[in-house]
């Protein structure tokens, strides 16, 4: 079975999306649209924006989005069978499996980047990477910690992402290294993304997902919530929204695919992350694993 994964906030790149832009005249109205419902010039920010400009929030998802769902597009060969996205990729998996319209997604991604955004700069918070350390270990200690801070992405064996509160992720990082784990570096973020200091986020991102139409997906959308297929729109809508203040199970998000019979991956999307953790996911030599865009 053939898998379709899409990237998240982090995969954007100064210059995406120009060989995309140049290719028809489909994609160029497409870009024209976007930037008609988010009321800035994606594409001129995408093309010729600093690292540091892409690096918003505000701008960030919607790039990114585009970016994944205009490259999904132009695949002559797109047949998914089943979907996944991590965090912000989520919604351009459901489009891509046919269960939100592209207009509807975007409008869905800028309120959330807005949403984020205020929460963020509302209730500062952070976010820090734990290598070499099994995930059991690290709910244990963050759990064992004052404050606020909880595993937030499980991204492959030996490599966890926490999120929580400055003070928190501090103590948190400290205890994680003395109790053996490789690394335990903070990252440059905008905010404790996947976190309850995400829950303003998603008090406002409610109401937008109620509005909008979902159908039924036309394949199985793997969600970060619970790692598992989810084909009811109910269903999606609600793990959409428990997404902003929950972990991303990728790991186990994949190792279910497999399970399932997804026998290849690819990567839709700027970068090549999501590639990387599924090689660290997989049995070796057992998936066909490949980035396009």
Same mark, same amino acid.
């Given at each position: 079975? #053939? *898998?379709? &994964?899409?990237?998240?906030?982090?995969?954007?790149?100064?210059?995406?999306?120009?060989?995309?832009?140049?290719?028809?005249?489909?994609? #160029?109205?497409?870009?024209?649209?976007?930037?008609?419902?988010?009321?800035?010039? +994606?594409? !001129?920010?995408?093309?010729?924006?600093? =690292?540091?400009?892409? #690096?918003?929030?505000?701008?960030?998802?919607?790039?990114?989005?585009?970016?994944? &769902?205009?490259? =999904?597009?132009?695949?002559?060969?797109?047949?998914?069978?089943?979907? !996944?996205?991590?965090?912000?990729?989520?919604?351009? !998996?459901?489009? *891509?499996?046919?269960?939100?319209?592209?207009?509807?997604?975007?409008?869905?991604?800028?309120?959330? @980047?807005? /949403?984020?955004?205020? =929460?963020?700069?509302?209730?500062?918070?952070?976010? *820090?990477?734990?290598?070499?350390?099994?995930?059991?270990?690290?709910?244990?200690?963050?759990?064992?910690?004052?404050? &606020?801070?909880?595993?937030?992405?499980?991204?492959?064996?030996?490599?966890?992402?926490?999120?929580?509160?400055?003070?928190?992720?501090? #103590?948190?990082? @400290?205890?994680?290294?003395? !109790?053996?784990?490789?690394?335990?570096?903070?990252?440059?973020?905008?905010? @404790?993304?996947?976190?309850?200091?995400?829950?303003? $986020? $998603?008090?406002?991102?409610?109401? /937008?997902?109620?509005?909008?139409?979902?159908? =039924?997906?036309?394949?199985?959308?793997?969600?970060?919530?619970? $790692?598992?297929? /989810?084909?009811?729109?109910?269903?999606?809508?609600?793990?959409?929204?428990?997404?902003?203040?929950?972990?991303?199970?990728?790991?186990?998000?994949?190792?279910?695919? +497999? /399970? *399932?019979?997804?026998?290849?991956?690819?990567?839709?999307?700027?970068?090549?992350?999501?590639?990387?953790? +599924?090689?660290?996911?997989?049995?070796?030599?057992? +998936?066909?694993?490949?980035?396009?865009?």
């Amino acid at each position: 079975m #053939r *898998a379709y &994964v899409f990237p998240g906030q982090g995969s954007q790149f100064p210059g995406m999306g120009k060989e995309l832009y140049a290719s028809s005249s489909r994609v #160029r109205a497409l870009f024209s649209r976007a930037g008609e419902i988010l009321g800035f010039d +994606i594409s !001129a920010i995408m093309f010729s924006g600093s =690292a540091e400009d892409l #690096r918003a929030t505000a701008v960030t998802q919607p790039v990114v989005f585009l970016h994944s &769902v205009i490259t =999904a597009l132009c695949m002559e060969d797109f047949k998914p069978e089943m979907t !996944a996205g991590h965090s912000l990729g989520e919604f351009s !998996a459901l489009v *891509a499996a046919g269960a939100l319209e592209f207009e509807d997604a975007l409008r869905l991604v800028a309120v959330r @980047a807005d /949403a984020m955004l205020k =929460a963020c700069e509302a209730v500062p918070g952070t976010m *820090a990477a734990v290598l070499g350390m099994d995930f059991k270990t690290i709910e244990d200690i963050c759990a064992g910690i004052d404050g &606020v801070v909880v595993p937030a992405n499980y991204n492959s064996p030996g490599q966890l992402v926490i999120s929580g509160e400055d003070d928190a992720v501090d #103590r948190a990082c @400290a205890a994680l290294k003395e !109790a053996g784990a490789k690394r335990a570096l903070k990252l440059s973020v905008g905010g @404790a993304f996947h976190s309850p200091l995400m829950a303003p $986020a $998603a008090e406002r991102l409610a109401k /937008a997902i109620e509005d909008t139409a979902f159908k =039924a997906p036309l394949c199985p959308v793997y969600q970060n919530v619970d $790692a598992m297929p /989810a084909t009811d729109p109910e269903q999606i809508k609600g793990n959409l929204l428990k997404q902003l203040t929950s972990p991303v199970r990728w790991a186990q998000t994949v190792e279910n695919m +497999i /399970a *399932a019979g997804a026998t290849s991956f690819t990567e839709v999307g700027p970068g090549t992350v999501l590639a990387g953790l +599924i090689k660290k996911i997989a049995p070796e030599g057992a +998936i066909e694993i490949e980035s396009v865009g």
